[in-house]
Each structure stands twice: as C-alpha cells, then as structure tokens.
C-alpha cells in the first residue's frame, strides 16, 4: 500500500496542523422541546496539513503523490503524527493541489488527509 | 454514565471560560406565512465555553476519547462545574443530608452570615457520627471540602469518603466562625462521593456554609438551593472537535457543552 511521502525531516507534517474528529448526529427537535438524536455513521478523522519551505524534490513527490492518489482514488498509509497510530484506509481530500512557490527552491502546499470509514 | 473527564493539573477547564444561560425561543409558522415566536420560560439552557490551550499529548488524547465515547452531540455526561458548589442545599435544609441516627440536630441557629441557616449538632454517644450529603461526583477527582464551624471544644472533622476511602481533616474552632477545609483526590474509581462532617463522642459543633468544589483551594462560599454545580446530562454542542498542534506535545481546542436547567 502507497504512503504519504514523508519531508526530509523524516515526518509527515509540519507545525502546526489540525486535526478534526467528526462525528454524525441527527437531531429531530418536537415543538415541546424534547428531542430524539440518532446517528449516521461512526466518526472520521481529518488532517489539515500545511507545508512551507519544501525543497523541490519535496514537492514533486508530493505532487506526483497526490496527482496519483486523486486520479486514482487509492487508499494510502497515513501515520498519525500525535498518536502514532498507522492508519492505512486514508485518502486525499485536497482538489487541486495548489503549489506556491515562494522563493528560489522553496515552495509551499497543503493536504487534507481522510480517514475512510 | 460517562464523565468530563480533568487535566492532569486536575483542573477541569482553563480559564478564562464562558458561562452563559439562555432559554428556548420556540417558532411557529402559519399557513399564511406568518411567524410567532415566544420564550419558553421553563426550558433553560446552561452553556459552558471551553477553551484549551496547550495541552499534552496525554490530555489531547483524554479529551479526544471522552469525546469519541459522547459520539459528539449523540450522548450525554456528567459535567461538574468548578465556578459552583457541588453542594446541594448548603442552608443545610435537612432533607438532603443525611444524619447518623444518635446524632442530635438543632435548625435556625445564627450563622456567619448574619441569616438563620446554621445547624447545632450533638453527639450524646461514645461512637462518632456522620452528617453527610451523597452526591452524583466521582471520587478520583481533586475536591476542597470547606465548612464554617463554631465551637471550642470541637472533636470533630471535615469528612469525605468514596466506597471504603475516606478522608478528612480535624476541624479547629474558637470565639466566632472559622472556617477550614481540606483539600483530597483520588478517593476512588467510584461515581459518587459522600461529603460532610464527622463528630466525635460526646461533642456538640455549630456549622453552616458547607462547600465542596473542583479546585485546590476554598473559593468564597456560594449558597445553594435544590440544585448544585453538577450536570448530570450535558453534551456537546458541536458534533466536530477540532485539534490545533502548534508543537510537539502541544494541542489546543475548543468546545461547548450545554446542558437543560
């Protein structure tokens, strides 16, 4: 299975980042004021992963990556960077990938990686 | 029963925090396109906005899971709020305690603020007594129990116990009003918690103004009626929880909780 490219740092992020836990709840509210809750599906995680000052070999791993696992919708190995936890159903969330090149061999993009459920 | 879970500084928020109470406006639309709104006066709402910031990769996790196990907006849980006395009833309104049968209770006695709510308590008996409340707040929590007492010859102690732990401290009167506290955690893995005064043989106390609160130290007492600072069906008010990591081992968030008063 495909795996994020990691940064020459060795890691797959930078700081900061955001995390999102997403839960489903439907809530069908009555005239009373009671309520029935429910819920759709089971939570998802979300990585919003910004990257600045990327040498261009970084970026076109990166690319190529992300022009591959959006072309082709595949499933890719995400390491969580607080927990650790190896998760391999992830996908790109991210169309387009939007690089900014910002100075002579510095470039900048961001990722959005989903956890699929 | 799930509950808001503390930092490990045993704090359960940071501050500043936002406590807001609102009440339920509810809409109905005719046919004819008109609105009439009105407030619902006996749907009231209590919100708490928490922010944290800086927290490890221990406490993002507790946070995270306790979340995850609400399922968001889905469950509700047990929220005790550190601005409030856990007490319920502190004008010592003695249907909500709960008194060992050898102990004597006086009611309307002078108190230290000047009202009637102080109670005389004797204990004719060689075995020492309990007057104690039962409250819906686990026992692993870090709590100050606090207590105005008056006497000079006092045998007699702040009480706290959980299943078979207890604590306490030996209460220490003179002319007027005292007042003294003890401060305890980690009694147990138990969800409730009995809080109040022990009294030894033959000793007589005067005492008002009894506080428990999530904290470290005694904040200034806060009268209470039939409710107290414990939420037993909050939610959250957001079904995402968003991380902030700004550093390794460093994550900020922000949450409502909100619960039906």
């Keep these: 299975m495909p795996t994020l490219p990691l940064l020459r740092s060795g890691s797959?992020?930078?700081?900061?980042?955001?995390?999102?836990?997403?839960?489903?709840?439907?809530?069908?509210?009555?005239?009373?004021?009671?309520?029935?809750?429910f819920t759709q599906a089971g939570a998802t995680r979300t990585w919003k992963i910004s990257l600045s000052d990327l040498m261009p070999e970084e970026v076109i791993a990166l690319d190529a990556f992300a022009q591959s696992n959006l072309a082709n919708n595949d499933r890719f190995t995400f390491h969580?960077?607080?927990?650790g936890d190896v998760l391999n159903q992830c996908n790109l969330a991210t169309a387009p990938i939007e690089i900014e090149h910002v100075g002579e061999q510095r470039a900048s993009l961001s990722l959005i990686v989903i956890e699929a459920v | 029963m799930i509950v808001f879970p503390?930092?490990?500084?045993?704090?359960?928020?940071?501050?500043?925090?936002q406590c807001t109470t609102n009440v339920r406006v509810a809409e109905v639309k005719t046919v004819s396109n008109h609105s009439h709104s009105y407030v619902d006066a006996t749907h009231k709402y209590k919100a708490w906005n928490l922010v944290f910031r800086h927290l490890n990769d221990v406490e993002r996790a507790t946070l995270t899971n306790f979340y995850l196990a609400a399922e968001g907006r889905l469950r509700t849980?047990?929220?005790l709020s550190p601005f409030e006395n856990l007490h319920r009833h502190s004008d010592l309104m003695l249907a909500y305690w709960t008194a060992d049968p050898q102990l004597l209770i006086q009611g309307s006695q002078t108190d230290a603020f000047g009202s009637l709510s102080a109670i005389r308590i004797s204990n004719p008996t060689a075995s020492a007594g309990r007057f104690v409340q039962l409250l819906d707040a686990p026992g692993w929590f870090r709590y100050t129990s606090s207590l105005y007492v008056s006497g000079s010859q006092l045998d007699c102690r702040l009480y706290a116990a959980s299943v078979n732990e207890s604590t306490g401290t030996k209460l220490?009167?003179?002319?007027?009003?005292?007042?003294?506290?003890?401060?305890?955690?980690?009694l147990s893995s138990s969800l409730s918690l009995q809080?109040?005064?022990e009294i030894g043989p033959f000793s007589e106390v005067t005492i008002c103004g009894?506080?428990?609160?999530?904290?470290?130290?005694?904040?200034t007492y806060k009268q209470t009626d039939h409710r107290n600072g414990i939420y037993v069906h909050c939610r959250f008010d957001n079904d995402t929880l968003t991380w902030e990591s700004e550093a390794v081992n460093s994550h900020s968030t922000q949450c409502v909780i909100i619960t039906r008063i």
Excluded at chain 2, 172 to 186: D, I, L
């Design chain 2, 6 to 17: 503390a930092l490990q500084s045993h704090a359960i928020v940071q501050l500043p925090t």
């Design chain 1, 12 to 37: 797959s992020v930078q700081y900061p980042f955001v995390t999102r836990h997403k839960c489903t709840t439907e809530i069908i509210r009555f005239i009373d004021g009671s309520e029935q809750r």
């Design chain 2, 172 to 186: 220490t009167g003179g002319m007027g009003w005292t007042r003294t506290s003890v401060t305890f955690s980690g």
């Design chain 2, 210 to 219: 009894p506080q428990l609160e999530v904290s470290a130290a005694p904040s």
């Design chain 1, 80 to 83: 969580d960077p607080v927990s």
């Design chain 2, 195 to 197: 809080a109040g005064i």
């Design chain 2, 77 to 79: 849980f047990r929220f």
